[in-house]
């Protein structure tokens, strides 16, 4: 059973400053997909990796992709208040049969 | 080019009760998710459909079910409402080629039972 882990799970970090959410998976696959939640929207997708060393990058985050490690990196750069969401990452299972989705990381940017 | 959309966006049901939940995909979009989201839980996979047929399906009972017309617009029923039905039902749709499954998330439905 693919399962699909988050750390933190919850992050309070000041503007200005830089930090990495971490998305392990627990299965090979090489599609892993970013997404954001705002309080009471819905998810809105942010990355798409879809290959071993994929890095794509909007505005002050960074995605990555270790398939061998089985690890995605999203990394925060000089945070600001509007990046304030819950963060999820989410992993192909049976090539595009359905979403695993991890636990979500509730960032939260103060002033 | 229109967003995936869902209605009701709201529903209060009590226990026992049944309901049907709506979701059109973006035009050309074959195939179409459902998610329940829950504090508890988290994001949880419901089923999936593509060209009027069920794909997958998640870990819930039979009192949900779903299904998808020719237009793949796709609708999901729930029967015998239980309290710890009260969710968020997100609904996706995505192309589903091979190499790509990137899925496109409707505003949601938010359903309490009470």
């Known amino acids: 059973e693919l399962k699909v882990e988050q750390n933190p799970l919850f992050l309070s970090m000041q503007e200005g400053k830089n930090y990495t959410i971490y998305c392990n998976y627990s299965?090979?696959?090489?599609?892993l997909y970013w997404y954001r939640q705002d309080p009471g929207k819905s998810l809105e997708s942010l990355f798409v990796?879809?290959?071993?060393?994929a890095v794509k990058q909007e505005g002050r985050l960074m995605a990555s992709l270790d398939t061998k490690a089985r690890l995605s990196t999203l990394h925060i750069t000089a945070a600001v208040h509007d990046l304030s969401a819950t963060y999820f990452c989410?992993?192909?299972?049976?090539?595009?049969?359905?979403?695993?989705f991890g636990p979500g990381t509730r960032l939260s940017v103060l002033p | 080019k229109a967003g995936v959309t869902q209605t009701p966006r709201y529903l209060i049901k009590t226990r026992g009760q049944q309901v049907t939940l709506s979701c059109s995909p973006i035009?050309?979009?074959?195939?179409v998710s459902w998610y329940q989201q829950t504090p508890g839980q988290g994001l949880q996979f419901l089923f999936e459909?593509?060209?009027?047929?069920?794909?997958n399906k998640g870990n819930f009972p039979g009192r949900f079910s779903g299904r998808q017309f020719s237009n793949s617009r796709s609708e999901m029923n729930v029967s015998t409402l239980e309290l710890g039905d009260s969710a968020l039902y997100l609904c996706?749709?995505?192309?589903?080629?091979?190499?790509?499954?990137?899925?496109?998330f409707g505003p949601g439905t938010r359903l309490t039972v009470l």
């Open positions: 035009s050309g979009h074959r195939s």
């Open positions: 989410a992993v192909d299972k049976n090539y595009g049969q359905n979403f695993v």
């Open positions: 459909y593509f060209s009027e047929t069920q794909r």
């Open positions: 299965t090979t696959s090489d599609r």
């Open positions: 996706a749709s995505s192309l589903r080629v091979l190499l790509l499954n990137e899925q496109f």
């Open positions: 990796l879809l290959s071993n060393g």
